[in-house]
């Protein structure tokens, strides 16, 4: 399974307006925090991408602003900041900084990005799995999940890591079923991308 691929990884939430102009995105919604079982994720990501492995925060996180019940942004963007800091000590992953609504910004660890959708506003009507070493094309139309590692992980890891995500990115629908599409290119090949679409199925997810 060690594949070891050496560029600069970034776990980031899949919002769709979170665009890395340098570093790989692997969607996790709100980075991880406080999302079922990503612990147990993270050592798969190192093991497939290496130990050098990015997180950022961003505005408007509405994750954050969900698991946390906090009522107004400016909430919401300071305890971004704070808890998936806390997320990347415990996790032991690179902390970059915080994607703002303006220019991109040079973050530390050669990560550069900025949020782009409209403040306040959902514009995705699309679930993009990546199914071989993360975002390679931005699209401002989808909502970003990474199943990157779902071939090395046991069913019961996957559904509990996955199905949270979809359910909140169908609710930012407005309820309304998002269009499943899949990102198969990427650094881990095409048998690895066959490999983790097979994983999905089983797992009941697509």
């Known amino acids: 399974m060690v594949q070891y691929i050496h560029m600069k990884y970034v776990v980031a939430c899949g919002d769709e307006g979170v665009q890395l102009n340098e570093g790989i995105r692997l969607g996790f919604a709100g980075s991880g925090f406080r999302l079922s079982e990503f612990s147990q994720v993270v050592p798969i990501l190192k093991q497939l991408f290496g130990k050098k492995i990015a997180i950022v925060s961003h505005e408007e996180s509405d994750w954050v602003k969900q698991q946390l019940s906090l009522s107004?942004?400016?909430?919401?963007?300071?305890?971004?900041?704070?808890?998936?800091?806390?997320?990347?000590?415990?996790?032991?992953?690179?902390?970059?900084?915080?994607?703002?609504?303006?220019?991109?910004?040079?973050?530390?660890?050669?990560?550069?990005?900025?949020?782009?959708?409209?403040?306040?506003?959902?514009?995705?009507?699309?679930?993009?799995?990546?199914?071989?070493?993360?975002?390679?094309?931005?699209?401002?139309?989808?909502?970003?999940?990474?199943?990157?590692?779902?071939?090395?992980?046991?069913?019961?890891?996957?559904k509990a890591v996955i199905q949270p995500q979809v359910e909140f990115y169908t609710k930012l629908n407005r309820g309304e079923k998002l269009e499943v599409i899949f990102e198969e290119e990427g650094a881990l090949g095409a048998e690895a991308a066959a490999k983790n679409k097979a994983a999905l199925k089983k797992a009941g997810l697509i």
């Open 72 to 158: 107004n942004w400016e909430q919401v963007n300071a305890s971004s900041q704070q808890h998936i800091q806390a997320v990347a000590d415990k996790e032991k992953l690179q902390y970059a900084g915080f994607l703002p609504f303006a220019d991109p910004k040079q973050l530390e660890h050669d990560v550069k990005g900025h949020m782009v959708r409209p403040h306040g506003i959902h514009i995705a009507n699309k679930l993009c799995f990546t199914l071989a070493g993360g975002e390679q094309k931005f699209n401002l139309g989808c909502y970003v999940i990474s199943a990157d590692w779902v071939a090395e992980a046991d069913t019961k890891l996957v």
